[in-house]
């Protein structure tokens, strides 16, 4: 199986910004625990903080790949163009948040691609990507 991780803007100062929020581990670290825990798994990990350049990922995998995994950062409540392309591709998306975007400020608690995902998970610190492939892996079996 292959699953893409795609992280948009900020998410790629994991472990150095607002440690209260999405802790102290940076994501390359984290996806390395992934690569090995889920070693059947073809793991492949993006990070852009452009906009288009996330569009263009989710073109280039949306038709090939097994599943995409989505933590769109602040995109996810500003971009009809990232939820209009996950929803043109046939590969089943799930969005992820490191924090649970409904105890934080209202603006954050609207997901303008979350319809477009076969589901959310949030809250649960970096484990919410680990979440997302078991529940990938549920989906496609």
């Not at 969005?95 to 209202?106: D, G, M, P």
Request: some cysteine; proline content about 1%; hydrophobic content about 45%.
């Amino acid at each position: 199986m292959n699953f893409l991780i795609i992280n948009g803007p900020n998410l790629n100062l994991l472990g150095v910004r607002e440690k209260s929020i999405y802790g102290e581990v940076s994501f390359d670290a984290y996806f390395e625990k992934l690569r090995m825990q889920y070693a059947t798994i073809n793991l492949q990990y993006f990070q852009s903080n452009v906009e288009g350049e996330l569009i263009n990922e989710i073109h280039k995998v949306g038709f090939s790949y097994d599943g995409i995994i989505i933590n769109a950062g602040a995109y996810t409540h500003t971009s009809i163009a990232i939820a209009d392309a996950i929803a043109a591709v046939t590969t089943p998306v799930i969005e992820v948040h490191i924090s649970n975007i409904h105890k934080r400020e209202s603006f954050r608690s609207v997901t303008l691609i979350g319809g477009n995902c076969i589901g959310t998970i949030a809250g649960f610190g970096l484990d919410s990507y680990r979440l997302a492939i078991e529940a990938l892996n549920s989906h496609l079996d």
